[in-house]
């Protein structure tokens, strides 16, 4: 890969100390309606002393379906256990998680799409009527058994909403779709963290970060910590726009937060490919990178940019794009 070792979109970073995390809506920058909406459900549930319905966030990863799960768990004062959806390969560990479940708890499933069929059946029951069957045994002696679960909420998330079936879907009450972020947004986190990891900025030098930030948070934040590292190596006392600029040049990221990975896939197209269509296999081999992280992590901004299009046949640039040659 001839990305920066230092960034790559799809590293996770988040486990980095020293970094903040919001832990109310009053840090969760943005999302206004979302967050007017989803206070009303909790307060509402709370008057009834009801767990939350439960809820399904989808929309491109880095956007703060996670956060916002576990800012739903602090709301509603209630505990959250957190689990993958690749990871539940066995009823048994599911009916082992729910039955672990207190009163109202929040059960956060990642990744919900890719929960195996057999597994996601098990949620039918759970999340309609707090029960599962499990059949203990095997032919003539096999016995069903039926076990009690508390009431609790599951909240989904996923980047994928076609993928799931639709008797899942349709037992979720509440459905979210997440947006890409305003440059106005992505501002006040740049600011934010900043101000958490005790960082002085000038405004200028927190918008040039927003705005490369693919309108994404998690983006916004990595950038942040790159170019916090580069004005420290520099011993500067503030990150202004001239830090930025160098940082950025250092990343092999342009002022669009369009990065040499982007560059290389649309010139694969426009100019190996005569504009495409080519297949995301093809690009994928192409770039020596993973054909899933290029559709989930790099894609959605492109197509969103209007730099790319998706055909039945594959991937291709707009002719307009191509007759202007922009940012290729
Ligand atoms: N609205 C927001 N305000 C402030 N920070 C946010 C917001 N949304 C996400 N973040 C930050 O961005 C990062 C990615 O968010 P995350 O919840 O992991 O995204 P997702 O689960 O959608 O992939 C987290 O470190 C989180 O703190
Ligand atoms: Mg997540």
């Known amino acids: 890969m001839e990305q920066s070792p230092f960034f790559s979109l799809s590293t996770p970073l988040e486990t980095v100390e020293f970094e903040f995390q ?29 767990p939350l319905d439960h809820l399904l966030l989808f929309g491109p990863p880095g956007l703060g379906k996670t956060t916002l799960a576990t800012i739903m768990a602090q709301v509603m004062q209630v505990a959250i256990r957190v689990c993958s959806g690749p990871t539940l390969e066995r009823t048994g560990d599911l009916v082992a998680i729910l039955s672990s479940l207190g009163e109202r708890d929040i059960l956060f499933i990642d990744e919900i799409h ?7 059946e098990i949620l039918y029951t759970a999340m309609e009527q707090f029960y599962v069957d499990v059949i203990i045994g095997q032919g003539a002696g096999a016995k069903s058994i039926r ?12 980047t994928k909403a076609g993928m799931i079936s639709a008797p899942l879907r349709s037992r979720f009450g509440i459905t979210e779709r997440f947006d890409f972020y305003s440059t106005s947004d992505l501002t006040d986190i740049v600011l934010q963290n900043a101000l958490h990891t005790k960082v002085s900025i000038s405004s200028d030098a927190a918008c040039s970060i927003a705005r490369a930030a693919r309108g994404t948070p998690r983006v916004a934040k990595k950038l942040f910590r790159r170019v916090r590292d580069v004005a420290q190596v ?14 950025f040049s250092f990343l092999g990221v342009d002022e669009n937060g ?19 269509p080519v297949g995301i296999e093809t690009l994928a081999s192409m770039l020596g990178e993973d054909a899933q992280t290029l559709e989930d992590v790099y894609e959605p901004f492109l197509l969103r940019q209007g730099l790319l299009e998706k055909t039945p046949r594959g991937r291709q640039i707009p002719r307009s794009v191509l007759a202007n040659q922009l940012h290729i």
């Open 114 to 120: 890719r929960v195996p069929a057999a597994v996601e």
């Open 234 to 247: 520099e011993n500067k006392d503030e990150i202004t726009s001239s830090v930025v600029t160098r940082a």
């Open 258 to 276: 369009l990065m040499k990975l982007d560059h290389r896939l649309l010139d694969i197209i426009a100019n190996h490919f005569g504009g495409g």
């Open 22 to 50: 919001p832990k109310s809506f009053s840090d969760y920058c943005g999302q206004k309606e979302l967050k007017e909406k989803l206070s009303i459900y909790v307060q509402a549930a709370k008057m009834r002393n009801e």
């Open 147 to 158: 076990i009690p679960l508390q009431p609790f909420t599951l909240i989904g998330a996923t």
